[in-house]
């Protein structure tokens, strides 16, 4: 029995290991819970109206031979959402239902990238076959969630699916609401067509709803009809859409008055109440909109139904407008009895547009009780103040925890649209600056503050421990704070308290990212912020943010897994001359402090963008905006220089690799080049291609350019050579560039070295430089021709002097693998380079010769091993791993100029080290180290560490595990001073 029961709990315990590994798993796809049918707040189809249109999709649905796709097509308000909804459950009666995502504009959902990671969560819960598979593929690639939207498609629905269900016919549907209200067009019109075209080869069918926008009507228009099937639900017969509004008006207004007999009885009715001639009326006002009808028999619900629908029906309508004309005309209707001034003061009025506004311009929908917290308005009054505007606005009547939020977007799209709004017009300004203002005040209360997160230690990543919920009025501002600063025309007030804030807190804010897993929106925030206004901030705000935002990507590894190592590990790391330094280190004085000898710390990288493809090619735009890449997967990207941000879905049309691109002078245009031998030329804008490919080379192009007056294009390619040939490389020859003035050239080979040459007379004019110890992939002189870059397959860029071939500076180092593109920006501030480790970097290039730490102490252990642990003391009360009491690390090797490969641990060993990760026996964090220090980091037992840098840690103080919350003495708590026992130890 023991033994049976000893398994048991065996089996339970794998369970639980592989239900949280799940877990785990499925939360790196970043889905929206609130997406899906079973989180909307809409009603279905009321019965007994869109019977046909039902019935019609009901058997779509479950004829396997149906087209694939089918796009229900409609103006705004004419019941697509209801449809949708309604759809949802007769798809779930039926057993053949995969999943849903409803959109919705200006808030978490109308993010097309987060469309396919919803439905493949769905379908997971629901289908173990499925997910046995979904899983396997997060394993391989676990940020396939971020993936371009094909890629998604392809590894997230169309691989599992098929190796999941093989070559079934459909069997499953899944229903996309609203896809016009996704922001980025270019990115829907593009999963559009995948899907058109991998759609036959996927057992699942799609129900997608949209407003008829020219980037979607486009995709399904052209499409093959075998795959597609559209109905305009505008263009339905005005006689059967009014039939079923006239029997919804009828259905709702006597719902209202059995509602008002029973919780007013002294209400009184006429006998006939409503009259045909009523609901006739309304029906013909209402016209093919459903959201009229609905709209006008909330107003009428609200407060005296009799006389409000005397004057409904009285209102007059007026003809000859556009399609929203009597939508306009009952908003207006009802603004002018809501927002009457001789029923409400001058502050009532100004508060109800308030709330408007914030309603309008969130991010994503929130409860009223997390509104009213984050606008400063109790609830109660925002009950009162909306009281007359529950026709257009939903709000949650038993609770405070529903969603408050407009009932459709048509309102939205009213109130902020002037030629339509007029006086009620909502400044979308207003919005943005009082939630901006309501933010900034939330990071600035006691809400954020250290250890927000309650994690219980340091030893174990967020996803593997029970850290706390954070309050969603917290979580919202430390989100979006970005969004709304960036939104407003001027934001000097906001600067300013927004300063204020990160001074004191930009750890406990990263802390709020790193727990709700958003590693990457740090960075994005920054610098959004910054491109935005940073030409009317503070320049120490600025240089703040830049140094904040170069911390951020630099231990980004240690931020994404661990809330407490955004102290323990990624703070220590960071050069002493950073404002992020200046600003914390006093308040974490037991965290290890890392000393550095040959190698400089200020870190040179801006930006890490990942691109889920070895990029071949890399070039900065003329102004130093914009960076287009070329790349292994066939495309050439474009992105946002200061954010990292794809500007563009990928531009195809290559049928092989693009080894080459450039932007034309003004920067309107793009050139690449490729193995299948032709050139292309974009619309560096749109990313639409200009002209027919190119053709007339014979071998692999590899280098496109733009004379300088943008009239011509030069190419060259791996025939046959135009020149005698300038000798002196001894093995193959990679990449050549023209100086600026045109008098020399610039050569890297496969045999490691730089030459630079007389353009004139093809003679050396340098002993080549030397210090690359792989292949020169790439060179390329600054814009001002006084400096050269190379990049190669050790894994690093050098800057070299051009005029006497001496290094510059330390190699820029971050690249996993080898590097294949390197360039200047136009200022020579930046270089930006391409890797075969699927990433562009971004790299600083201003001289620092610091190399030395300055300010707070950097102390380090004693090369002599016998005094080594004196050296070390720990602080962990944590009696179940004494982590560091030893420091027994194993392979203990002297490590030089290559990385260590410390992967393997023996039995007797009690630390390993593995990306970046010190780690205890059973996986414990310790401490993570950034990848610059990693080759030249001295661990116990070495006698000596010879090589071009030297790092060493120093752990006294080093608190860990339960105790790691020691870590933080509070500002004005203690005095900062340097220790006296920084004297007395040796180097």
Same mark, same amino acid.
């Given at each position: ?22 877990? $785990? ?73 995969? =999943? ?39 394993? #391989? ?6 993936? #371009? ?72 228009? $052209? ?64 016209? #093919? ?132 709004? /007029? ?220 954010? /990292? ?7 195809? /049309?290559?049928?092989?690799?693009? +080894? ?73 020859? +990679? ?6 003035? =045109? ?52 894994? +690093? ?118 990306? /970046?990760?010190?780690?205890?026996? $059973? ?37 860990? =595990? ?9 500002? =004005? ?15």
């Amino acid at each position: 029995m023991m033994t049976d029961f000893q398994l048991e709990c065996n089996l339970h315990t794998e369970r639980i290991a592989e239900d949280l590994d799940m877990s $785990r798993l499925l939360a790196q796809l970043q889905h929206v819970p609130d997406a899906g049918i079973d989180a909307q707040s809409g009603a279905e189809c009321m019965q007994g109206t869109r019977e046909a249109l039902l019935g019609d999709l009901k058997a779509w649905s479950g004829d396997p031979a149906a087209p694939r796709i089918f796009w229900l097509d409609g103006m705004a308000g004419t019941g697509k959402s209801a449809i949708a909804r309604s759809l949802c459950l007769i798809l779930r009666r039926a057993g053949i239902f995969g =999943g849903s995502f409803f959109c919705s504009r200006g808030t978490n959902r109308d993010d097309i990238k987060r469309i396919i990671p919803t439905l493949a969560v769905s379908l997971a819960y629901q289908f173990p076959a499925y997910k046995r598979t979904l899983l396997e593929v997060l394993r #391989k690639h676990p940020d396939a969630g971020h993936d #371009k939207v094909e890629t998604q498609v392809e590894r997230l629905l169309r691989g599992p699916l098929r190796e999941a269900f093989g070559d079934v016919l459909p069997i499953l549907v899944l229903v996309i609401d609203a896809l016009d209200e996704c922001a980025d067009q270019k990115a829907t019109s593009t999963v559009l067509t995948h899907l058109l075209q991998v759609s036959p080869h996927m057992p699942i069918k799609f129900f997608v709803t949209s407003r008829p926008e020219q980037h979607i009507r486009a995709q399904f228009e $052209r499409g093959d009809l075998r795959i597609r099937r559209i109905l305009r639900l505008h263009d339905i017969e005005t006689s059967i859409v009014e039939t079923d509004i006239a029997l919804y008006i009828r259905h709702r207004l006597h719902e209202i008055r059995r509602s008002m007999a029973a919780s007013e009885p002294s209400y009184s009715f006429p006998a006939q109440w409503p009259t045909d001639a009523d609901i006739v009326t309304l029906a013909c006002h209402a016209g #093919k909109l459903f959201i009229y009808a609905f709209t006008a028999t909330e107003y009428i619900q609200s407060v005296d139904p009799v006389g409000r629908l005397r004057r409904f029906t009285g209102l007059e309508i007026t003809t000859g407008k556009p399609f929203y004309g009597p939508l306009d005309d009952i908003y207006t209707f009802i603004l002018d009895k809501a927002l009457d001034p001789k029923h409400y003061e001058a502050k009532e009025l100004h508060a109800i547009r308030r709330i408007l506004a914030a309603i309008l311009t969130v991010r994503e929908h929130l409860s009223l009780d997390i509104l009213a917290n984050l606008i400063g308005i109790p609830a109660r009054r925002i009950r009162v103040m909306l009281q007359a505007l529950h026709a257009v606005v939903d709000v949650p009547p038993l609770d405070d925890v529903g969603v408050i939020s407009t009932f459709h977007a048509s309102f939205g799209d009213f109130m902020t649209t002037p030629e339509r709004a /007029g006086q009620f017009l909502i400044d979308r300004q207003t919005g943005h600056r009082d939630l901006a203002d309501c933010c900034i005040r939330i990071m600035d209360s006691e809400l954020l503050h250290f250890n927000v997160s309650k994690c219980p230690t340091s030893y174990l990543p967020n996803d593997k421990q029970l850290c706390a919920a954070l309050p969603k009025q917290l979580t919202y501002g430390c989100s979006y704070w970005s969004d709304h600063i960036v939104a407003l025309k001027d934001a000097s007030a906001q600067l300013q308290n927004l300063d204020s804030v990160l001074s004191r807190k930009l750890l406990f804010w990263l802390e709020v990212i790193s727990t709700l897993q958003q590693p990457n929106r740090a960075s994005i925030m920054i610098m959004q912020l910054l491109t935005a206004h940073q030409l009317h901030m503070a320049d120490d705000l600025s240089q703040f943010l830049r140094d904040a935002n170069i911390f951020v990507v630099s231990c980004r590894e240690a931020i994404e897994s661990s809330a407490p190592h955004i102290y323990l590990s990624a703070l220590p790391s960071i050069h002493s001359s950073s404002k992020i330094a200046e600003a914390f280190w006093p308040e974490f004085m037991h965290v290890p402090v890392i000393m550095t000898t040959g190698i400089n710390r200020r870190r040179n990288i801006l930006q890490h963008i990942d691109t889920s493809t070895s990029v071949e090619a890399v070039t900065f735009s003329p102004d130093g905006t914009r960076i287009v890449s070329g790349s292994g997967d066939k495309t050439i990207r474009i992105w946002d220089a200061s954010t /990292g941000q794809a500007l563009l879905e990928p531009l195809e /049309g290559h049928t092989n690799w693009v +080894t080459s691109v450039a932007f034309s002078p003004d920067g309107t245009r793009i050139v690449s080049g490729s193995d299948d031998r032709t050139i292309r030329i974009w619309d560096a804008s749109t990313g639409q291609a200009l002209l027919e490919p190119l053709e007339g080379h014979t071998h692999p192009v590899i280098s496109v350019a733009f004379s300088p007056d943008g009239t011509r294009i030069v190419s060259g390619s791996t025939g046959q050579a135009l020149l005698e040939p300038l000798e002196g490389h001894t093995n193959w020859v +990679t990449s050549v560039a023209f100086s600026p003035d =045109g008098t020399r050239i610039v050569s890297g080979s496969y045999d490691k070295t730089i030459r630079i040459w007389d353009a004139s007379t093809g003679q050396a004019l340098l002993e080549p430089p030397e210090g690359h110890n792989n292949w020169v992939s790439s060179v390329a002189f600054s814009p001002d021709g006084t400096r050269i870059v190379s990049g190669s397959w050790d894994n +690093t860029i050098r800057i070299w002097d051009a005029s006497t071939g001496q290094a510059l500076l330390e190699p820029l180092e971050g690249h996993t693998e080898g590097v294949t593109s390197v360039t200047f920006s136009p200022d020579e501030t930046r270089i930006v380079s391409g890797s075969r480790d699927n990433t562009l970097r971004v790299f600083g290039v201003i001289s620092d010769n610091a190399h030395a730490p300055t300010g707070r102490p950097r102390v380090a252990f004693s090369p002599n091993v016998h005094h080594f642990p004196s050296a070390v003391g720990t602080s962990n009360s944590d009696s179940s791993s004494p982590l560091l009491s030893s420091l027994e690390f194993h392979r203990h090797h002297p490590i030089s100029g290559d990385r260590p490969h410390c992967d393997h641990v023996s039995s007797g060993d009690i630390f390993s080290f593995h990306d /970046g990760w010190i780690t205890g026996p $059973r996986g414990e964090l310790v401490l993570w180290i950034p990848e610059e220090y990693r080759a030249g980091l001295w661990w116990p037992r070495n006698l000596l560490v010879i090589g071009r840098s030297r790092i060493t840690l120093h752990l006294k103080g080093f608190v860990h =595990g339960t105790d790691w919350t020691k870590c933080y003495t509070p500002r =004005g708590a203690v005095d900062y001073i340097f220790p006296s026992y920084i004297d007395g130890l040796s180097l």
